[in-house]
């Protein structure tokens, strides 16, 4: 009971966080206001947008080819159009259910190509804890080129005390959750620290893979897609077509940093972008539509992308097994 109750929070909370914004968003506007959006929705130039989803297209195959190098030490060659579909799949997941993503990756190659599901998941924790450092790290740059900035953006939102506090709850959350995976003998803890021996030797595929160097080059080309595919949009828009790059990197983590703690950024996206942007001068009704056009966008990709891959997967086995 308790866990299906925990399934449905973690689904309606952050929706009900989404439309939340959008409803508290949308009746700070004017009619004159909502009209402005509305025209700038019409007179957008999506070629713009089209581009900008080549980009996101190319960093998914180059993710689906990336995960090739940390599966091959474990002795497993799955094909790249199954790891491609897998990783459609684990994002349109994502849409649904916060990280089910990545368990529903894991299954959609046990399932098609007999990689053991620990393993594969394992694999897939290692990969995220790399595109974890470099979204820090990206973090960290704009902090640095726009540090004023990011310090008046922060503290226009949240109070110093407030920072604190956070900080404080993050660390103790943090502190609990280790102190009870060392010492406590609770059954539950001491089946997920048996099925983490699988996961280990999926991560560990990181340092033992052969081409490290291919491993790394991809990295940096799912990142460099990324960044292109937001840079490219704001042509789309005369009133963001002047953004320096130091702004569209701030807007970039700002928007990463709405998917990665919200259920792909319904709501939250082109909230927190319309916020950032108002700070380089962009007016909030452009932003706010800026942050809904980029965001619809690829969520479309992603949907489409995703019921296609759940289509064709069965097709192209069952073809193979005939």
């Given at each position: 009971m308790k866990k299906q109750i925990s399934k449905w929070l973690s689904i309606v909370l952050p929706i009900a966080l989404g439309v939340f914004l959008i409803v508290y968003t949308y009746n700070k506007f004017t009619p004159q206001q909502i009209e402005e959006i509305k025209s700038q929705f019409q007179n957008a130039n999506y070629w713009y947008i089209l581009i900008s989803l080549f980009f996101g297209m190319m960093a998914l195959f180059s993710r689906a080819y990336r995960w090739s190098f940390t599966l091959q030490p474990l002795g497993y060659k799955p094909k790249l159009s199954s790891n491609f579909m897998a990783v459609c799949i684990a994002y349109f997941m994502n849409m649904t259910i916060p990280r089910s993503g990545e368990v529903s990756r894991a299954l959609?190659?046990?399932?098609?190509?007999?990689?053991?599901?620990?393993?594969?998941?394992?694999?897939?924790?290692?990969?995220?804890?790399?595109?974890?450092?470099?979204?820090?790290?990206?973090?960290?740059?704009?902090?640095?080129?726009?540090?004023?900035?990011?310090?008046?953006?922060?503290?226009?939102?949240?109070?110093?005390?407030?920072?604190?506090?956070?900080?404080?709850?993050?660390?103790?959350?943090?502190?609990?959750?280790?102190?009870?995976y060392k010492k406590s003998n609770n059954k539950w803890i001491l089946a997920l620290k048996a099925k983490l021996a699988g996961l280990v030797e999926g991560i560990q595929s990181v340092l033992t893979m052969k081409k490290k160097s291919w491993f790394i080059f991809h990295s940096l080309f799912i990142w460099l897609c990324y960044i292109l595919m937001f840079y490219v949009t704001i042509f789309a828009l005369p009133e963001t077509s002047n953004l320096s790059f130091n702004a569209v990197l701030m807007a970039f983590i700002t928007g990463g940093v709405a998917i990665t703690v919200t259920n792909s950024g319904f709501g939250a996206y082109p909230f927190l972008i319309s916020k950032i942007l108002l700070v380089y001068a962009v007016p909030e009704t452009a932003g706010n539509a800026f942050g809904w056009i980029v965001w619809t966008s690829q969520t479309l990709m992603i949907v489409a992308l995703g019921l296609l891959s759940f289509l064709i997967l069965p097709i192209l086995h069952k073809k193979q097994i005939n």
């Open positions: 959609v190659l046990k399932k098609y190509e007999d990689v053991p599901f620990d393993k594969a998941f394992g694999t897939i924790i290692a990969e995220r804890i790399v595109d974890f450092i470099f979204l820090l790290s990206f973090i960290a740059l704009a902090i640095v080129l726009q540090y004023d900035i990011f310090k008046k953006f922060v503290l226009d939102h949240l109070s110093v005390k407030q920072l604190g506090l956070l900080a404080f709850v993050a660390l103790a959350c943090f502190s609990l959750a280790l102190w009870l």
